[in-house]
């Protein structure tokens, strides 16, 4: 497959902005070459995290994770780069934090302490399909 310029919705959750955490998460895209396009704080309505997390409704953790995300506020962010999707999942690391590999964002920050969410520090879009999707539900505006 032939690398491409791409763009993908990031949000420092929050337990990231509660932390601090967000202008270390912000440095290591950066830091990446990713070049930040669009950048927003705003605590989640629960609405569009249901259009948001629609593939995880019915899930155990959905409840929970709807939640988290709308206890507080958060930072929404667009980012462009060379396979950055991909890229930045990389950076991101594995979903569970006790398993994320040191040096990824998760695996260095994140934290699973039994809680009945993951607070993982970041969400990366997984697909090109689901970044035009994310995108559109945070940044209707375009
Ligand atoms: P991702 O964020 O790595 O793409 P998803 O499977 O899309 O992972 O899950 C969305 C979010 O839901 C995760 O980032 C995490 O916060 C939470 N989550 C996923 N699976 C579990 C689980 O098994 N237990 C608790 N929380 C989970």
């Known amino acids: 497959m032939t690398a491409q310029i791409e763009r993908s919705l990031v949000i420092v959750k929050p337990d990231g902005y509660r932390r601090g955490l967000t202008g270390e998460v912000l440095r290591r895209i950066e830091a990446k070459g990713y070049t930040l396009v669009a950048l927003k704080v705003e605590t989640a309505d ?4 249901a259009q948001h997390y629609a593939e995880h409704e019915g899930k ?8 988290f995300m709308s206890s507080g506020p958060a ?12 890229g930045f999942r990389s950076l991101a690391g594995a979903t569970n934090p006790t398993e994320a590999a040191p040096g990824s964002i998760r695996g260095d920050l994140g934290r699973d302490w039994g809680l009945a969410v993951q607070q993982n520090i970041v969400h990366g879009s997984d697909s090109t399909e689901s970044a035009e999707r ?4 945070w940044f209707p505006q375009g």
């Open 60 to 67: 155990p953790f959905y409840e929970p994770l709807v939640d």
């Open 46 to 49: 629960k609405a569009r995290l």
């Open 75 to 86: 930072t929404f962010v667009v980012i462009e780069g060379q396979d950055c999707i991909k």
């Open 134 to 137: 994310e995108i559109g539900i």
